[in-house]
């Protein structure tokens, strides 16, 4: 491994260290997070690839947790009587 491919790794392990830790600290409780670290690790891979590996986190972070609390799609919102 070379020393760039080590200081790249050791980069994007103190982002995910740091993610991490901003989700702990930020939510009361771990529904807060939810889907914000799948998107911190699938962002900041991608923003790796094209050198905003911080960013790319940030914003999958943004994106995963927008897209867990989604409502479900279909239906009146209401739930049915069982028959």
Same mark, same amino acid.
């Given at each position: ?7 790249? =790794? &050791? ?5 995910? $260290?740091? @993610?991490?830790? %901003? !989700?702990?600290? #930020?939510g009361?409780?771990p ?6 670290i ?6 900041g =891979? &991608? ?5 905003? $590996?911080? @960013?790319?986190? %940030? !914003?999958?972070? #943004?994106?995963g947790?927008?897209?867990a ?15």
């Amino acid at each position: 491994m070379t020393n760039l491919a080590r200081t790249n =790794l &050791a980069r994007l392990l103190a982002a995910a $260290g740091l @993610a991490l830790s %901003a !989700a702990a600290i #930020a939510g009361p409780g771990p529904a807060e997070a939810k889907g914000c670290i799948k998107g911190a690790v699938v962002g900041g =891979l &991608a923003g790796k690839a094209v050198g905003h $590996g911080k @960013a790319g986190a %940030a !914003a999958g972070c #943004a994106v995963g947790h927008h897209n867990a609390n989604k409502a479900p799609k279909g239906g009146s919102g209401q739930a049915q009587a069982p028959n």
